[in-house]
Nanobody
Framework: EVQLVESGGGLVQAGGSLRLSCATS????????IGWFRQAPGKEREGVSC????????YYADSVKGRFAIARDNARHTAFLQMDSLKPEDTAVYYC????????????????WGQGTQVTVSS
């Protein structure tokens, strides 16, 4: 059974930091690119960051460049999203997802999704 489980969300003040984790099982993690997405109330799900299966390709949305950093640990089948200098507009449910690809892919191509973790940034 494929599982992606996000953790690390919570309530933080503006300017603070959170580190999200995405623990996976049930598929060959090394062959999959991992993406982080978010969805705020009333808005569409958007891509935040992605790391390719080769660990050499990364993508960041303009809104998070310089503040967020993505990483993966293939030995632990886990991906991470370090979020610094958080802003109220970062408030959303954050999801991780996997796609069998060397590089990052558009949202519809992601095969597996986690249930999400809430991130709330107060002003």
């Amino acid at each position: 059974e494929v599982q992606l489980v996000e953790s690390g969300g919570g309530l933080v003040q503006a300017g603070g930091s959170l580190r999200l984790s995405c623990a996976t099982s049930g598929f060959n993690f090394r062959d999959y690119a991992i993406g982080w997405f978010r969805q705020a109330p009333g808005k569409e799900r958007e891509g935040v960051s992605c790391i390719g299966s080769g660990d050499t390709t990364t993508y960041y949305a303009d809104s998070v460049k310089g503040r967020f950093a993505i990483a993966r640990d293939n030995a632990r089948h886990t991906a991470f999203l370090q979020m610094d200098s958080l802003k109220p507009e970062d408030t959303a449910v954050y999801y991780c997802a996997a796609v069998k690809s060397f590089g990052c892919s558009p949202i519809p191509l992601y095969s597996y999704w986690g249930q999400g973790t809430q991130v709330t940034v107060s002003s």
